[in-house]
């Protein structure tokens, strides 16, 4: 049978499993300590933000200052081929907004593009909220209404310097190698596993085959 290649998680962290996820990407999680486990980034920020627009809004407000401070390690194709797959309009609609918050990166130009419906309130916020405290400015100009009382907060402490996650998340490390791409996952996952097909490491990186086999066989003239 031909390789097939897989755009999009076909289950959603949860629980505990999303939490050792937003661990492993250095988020801060009250007494959590971090999480050595190797999650695809992109797979725990569109499963939490699943969460988080469920009602959650601390789980949300930790997505969006990941984003905001760890933007340049996001591998945009990989997010926007996860998002496209969704159907709840209001999670293409808060994935568009954070592609205008961070649209002074090209690449999210991408994202930004994936909703293109009417305005939508974020989920628990009321017309009278937007009366009493006015819009958030961080996405007054995007597919998402936020009310300026808080409701998603932005704080860098909630999460990890760029060098810390260097130390603790192999994807990180590689994508600041190489850069946000699916070779530079790959890398991270056969750096571990040496032993794994190509097949195998193209799902679960959601890339393609030719890059999985060229990456294994990189590898092996390395360690020649």
């Given at each position: 049978?031909?390789?097939?290649?897989?755009?999009?998680?076909?289950?959603?962290?949860?629980?505990?499993?999303?939490?050792?996820?937003?661990?492993?990407?250095?988020?801060?999680?009250?007494?959590?300590?971090?999480?050595?486990?190797?999650?695809?980034?992109?797979?725990?920020?569109?499963?939490?933000?699943?969460?988080?627009?469920?009602?959650?809004?601390?789980?949300?407000?930790?997505?969006?200052?990941?984003?905001?401070?760890?933007?340049?390690?996001?591998?945009?194709?990989?997010?926007?081929?996860?998002?496209?797959?969704?159907?709840?309009?209001?999670?293409?609609?808060?994935?568009?907004?954070?592609?205008?918050?961070?649209?002074?990166?090209?690449?999210?130009?991408?994202?930004?593009?994936?909703?293109?419906?009417?305005?939508?309130?974020?989920?628990?916020a009321e017309e009278y909220h937007f009366k009493k405290y006015g819009e958030?400015?961080?996405?007054?100009?995007s597919s998402l209404k936020v009310p300026g009382n808080g409701l998603i907060?932005?704080?860098?402490?909630?999460?990890?310097?760029?060098?810390?996650?260097?130390?603790?998340?192999?994807?990180?490390?590689?994508?600041?190698?190489?850069?946000?791409?699916?070779?530079?996952?790959?890398?991270?996952?056969?750096?571990?596993?040496?032993n794994t097909k190509a097949a195998e490491l193209a799902r679960k990186c959601?890339?393609?085959?030719?890059?999985?086999?060229?990456?294994?066989?990189?590898?092996?003239?390395?360690?020649?």
């Amino acid at each position: 049978m031909s390789f097939k290649r897989e755009k999009c998680l076909k289950k959603f962290l949860e629980g505990e499993e999303l939490t050792q996820g937003l661990l492993s990407l250095g988020i801060r999680i009250d007494d959590h300590l971090s999480s050595q486990q190797l999650f695809l980034p992109e797979d725990v920020l569109v499963s939490a933000s699943i969460e988080g627009l469920d009602g959650k809004y601390r789980t949300l407000s930790l997505v969006v200052s990941w984003c905001f401070y760890h933007f340049q390690k996001i591998n945009v194709m990989c997010l926007v081929n996860e998002v496209s797959k969704i159907e709840r309009p209001i999670v293409k609609a808060f994935w568009s907004a954070i592609g205008t918050v961070l649209s002074r990166d090209r690449r999210f130009k991408k994202l930004e593009k994936i909703y293109s419906g009417n305005r939508v309130n974020c989920p628990g916020a009321e017309e009278y909220h937007f009366k009493k405290y006015g819009e958030d400015p961080i996405f007054v100009n995007s597919s998402l209404k936020v009310p300026g009382n808080g409701l998603i907060r932005i704080r860098e402490r909630d999460t990890m310097s760029p060098s810390e996650l260097c130390k603790i998340n192999t994807f990180y490390r590689w994508r600041t190698i190489i850069g946000p791409s699916y070779r530079a996952d790959m890398w991270a996952l056969a750096e571990n596993n040496s032993n794994t097909k190509a097949a195998e490491l193209a799902r679960k990186c959601h890339g393609s085959f030719a890059t999985a086999h060229a990456v294994l066989q990189d590898l092996r003239y390395l360690r020649a």
